[in-house]
């Protein structure tokens, strides 16, 4: 796939009829190719970009001017959860997993949805379409993810509402050409070294992302470091047994 393709004939339906796109922007490189591809596609009437702010501690620094600086002049709605990374680790008294992973669920998917409801509900728009920068080529579970279907949490009898991941197919060097045909460069991050852009010290990031994040953010590092110490728990862990961050990223 690359941003030349066109849109899928049932997505032109629903362009036809209307939809709202929101567009889920974390600033992440596959965000930003996503957004340039449906820039490209869609009527901007119809599109709106929401960020999912997950708080200074844990996000990058320059996320949301990135945004700003790379959707032109579409709305943008910044959202927060009404706790933080931080919170909900004290509250749960441990942190999120590869396998629960309320961070994803609490911090990001609850806040936008909320959102979508009242811009929809603002705007007086039943057809809504949740768009999300998912791609198959980064991870097997990922891959076996369904790239368009209904979804059952935003529809209403009033609302018709279905997730759509609008990049599925692309690949990695395809997102950054995305990024370059739009005359766009991606989060500096990046040229630090990051492969994803996401929490700077992610469950999910590889030991040499959080090497690179390390130099970047110590500040942040400590703090978590802390809450490790605070709670009794660790973010990481080796064949069963809990490692403090720092430890496992010099192992």
Same mark, same amino acid.
């Given at each position: 796939?690359?941003?030349?393709?066109?849109?899928?004939?049932?997505?032109?339906?629903?362009?036809?009829?209307?939809?709202?796109?929101?567009?889920?922007?974390?600033?992440?490189?596959?965000?930003?190719?996503?957004?340039?591809?449906?820039?490209?596609?869609?009527?901007?009437?119809?599109?709106?970009?929401?960020?999912?702010?997950?708080?200074?501690?844990?996000?990058?620094?320059?996320?949301?001017?990135?945004?700003?600086?790379?959707?032109?002049?579409?709305?943008?709605?910044?959202?927060?959860?009404?706790?933080?990374?931080?919170?909900?680790?004290?509250?749960?008294?441990?942190?999120?997993?590869?396998?629960?992973?309320?961070?994803?669920?609490?911090?990001?998917?609850?806040?936008?949805?909320?959102?979508?409801?009242?811009?929809?509900?603002?705007?007086?728009? !039943?057809? *809504?379409? %949740?768009? &999300?920068?998912?791609?198959? @080529? $980064?991870?097997?579970?990922?891959?076996?993810?369904?790239?368009?279907?209904?979804?059952?949490?935003?529809?209403?009898?009033?609302?018709?509402?279905?997730?759509?991941?609008?990049?599925?197919?692309?690949?990695? !060097?395809? *997102?950054? %050409?995305? &990024?370059?045909?739009?005359? @766009? $460069?991606?989060?500096?991050?990046?040229?630090?070294?990051?492969?994803?852009?996401?929490?700077?010290?992610?469950?999910?990031?590889?030991?040499?992302?959080?090497?690179?994040?390390?130099?970047?953010?110590?500040?942040?590092?400590?703090?978590?470091?802390?809450?490790?110490?605070?709670?009794?728990?660790?973010?990481?862990?080796?064949?069963?047994?809990?490692?403090?961050?720092?430890?496992?990223?010099?192992?």
């Amino acid at each position: 796939m690359n941003h030349n393709q066109p849109l899928p004939e049932h997505i032109q339906e629903l362009v036809q009829r209307g939809a709202i796109f929101f567009v889920s922007h974390s600033a992440g490189k596959d965000s930003q190719a996503m957004f340039n591809y449906l820039y490209d596609k869609i009527p901007h009437e119809q599109l709106h970009v929401i960020h999912a702010d997950l708080g200074e501690d844990v996000e990058w620094d320059g996320v949301v001017e990135h945004i700003q600086n790379t959707i032109g002049d579409l709305p943008l709605s910044v959202v927060k959860a009404g706790k933080t990374f931080f919170d909900m680790v004290r509250h749960r008294g441990m942190f999120p997993s590869p396998k629960y992973r309320q961070c994803t669920s609490d911090l990001k998917t609850g806040p936008i949805y909320k959102e979508i409801r009242r811009v929809a509900k603002e705007r007086g728009v !039943d057809l *809504v379409v %949740n768009c &999300i920068g998912i791609r198959a @080529q $980064e991870s097997g579970p990922r891959s076996r993810q369904t790239p368009f279907k209904i979804n059952k949490k935003l529809t209403t009898q009033s609302r018709e509402a279905y997730d759509w991941m609008p990049i599925f197919k692309m690949l990695e !060097d395809e *997102v950054f %050409n995305t &990024i370059a045909a739009n005359g @766009q $460069e991606p989060h500096w991050a990046y040229q630090a070294g990051m492969t994803r852009l996401s929490c700077c010290f992610c469950i999910m990031a590889s030991k040499k992302d959080l090497a690179t994040s390390m130099k970047h953010n110590p500040e942040k590092l400590e703090k978590i470091a802390a809450l490790e110490k605070e709670v009794g728990h660790t973010m990481f862990f080796v064949k069963g047994e809990q490692v403090d961050i720092k430890t496992y990223i010099a192992s």
